[in-house]
T-cell receptor, first 115, second 116 residues
């Protein structure tokens, strides 16, 4: 069964900590994405990557960075966690191309609480 | 302007009835794709259905169909014969194919509750 795996389901971190959220996919997908989900706001794109060592800013990149050293792994980094980064974080991956196969495969999400 | 608009924050439907979840989109691309995802309370996002901008037929997947009206830029999801397990958040999303990148924009979601 194909999978996108997020390393943690729940995390609690303190303000100012550096936080790493890890995502691994086993489908050989070119594209990987990080979204955050907040009630009433839907899913908002933080960063995405379409190749190893490549990254592009999404709609809300401030306060975040990413790393993609290997094709299967895409890490989201909160350089100095703040309470307004308390959210559900979703990782997704997809093939590069066209059509329905380009639907994302999502991880199960990481609920991050910053205290 | 919002690229994906879901105007129904919440909806109720009687079990075994059909329900339509609204979605309108905004794009100047000729080539794009529209998706619907389901998110149960457990949190995972489940792909339901896809419609390509050049597809002439409305997409169907079992009890799900997508009512695609290109001129009106609408892509409503129709769930027939609702079941209790259909209670979930539903997100409409759009992938635009220009610009070389294939990111997807999501709407704010509709919470559907199926009543026995």
């Amino acid at each position: 069964d194909v999978k996108v795996t997020q390393s943690s389901r729940y995390l609690v971190k303190r303000t100012g900590e550096k936080v790493f959220l890890e995502c691994v996919q086993d489908m050989d997908h070119e594209n990987m994405f990080w979204y955050r989900q907040d009630p009433g706001l839907g899913l908002r794109l933080i960063y995405f990557s379409y190749d190893v060592k490549m990254k592009e800013k999404g709609d809300i990149p401030e306060g975040y960075s990413v790393s993609r050293e290997k094709k299967e792994r895409f890490s989201l980094i909160l350089e100095s966690a703040s309470t307004n980064q308390t959210s559900m974080y979703l990782c997704a991956s997809s093939f590069f191309g066209r059509g329905r196969d380009l639907g994302y495969t999502f991880g199960s999400g990481t609920r991050l609480t910053v205290v | 302007a919002q690229k994906i608009t879901q105007t129904q924050p919440g909806m109720f439907v009687q079990e075994k009835e059909a329900v339509t979840l609204d979605c309108t989109y905004d794009t100047s691309d000729q080539s794009y794709g529209l998706f619907w995802y389901k998110q149960p309370s457990s949190g995972e996002m489940i792909f339901l259905i896809y419609q390509g901008s050049y597809d002439e037929q409305n997409a169907t997947e079992g009890r799900y169909s997508l009512n695609f009206q290109k001129a009106r830029k609408s892509a409503n999801l129709v769930i027939s014969a609702s079941q209790l397990g259909d209670s979930a958040m539903y997100f409409c999303a759009m992938r635009e194919d220009s610009g070389g990148y294939q990111k997807v924009t999501f709407g704010t979601g509709t919470k559907l509750q199926v009543i026995p």
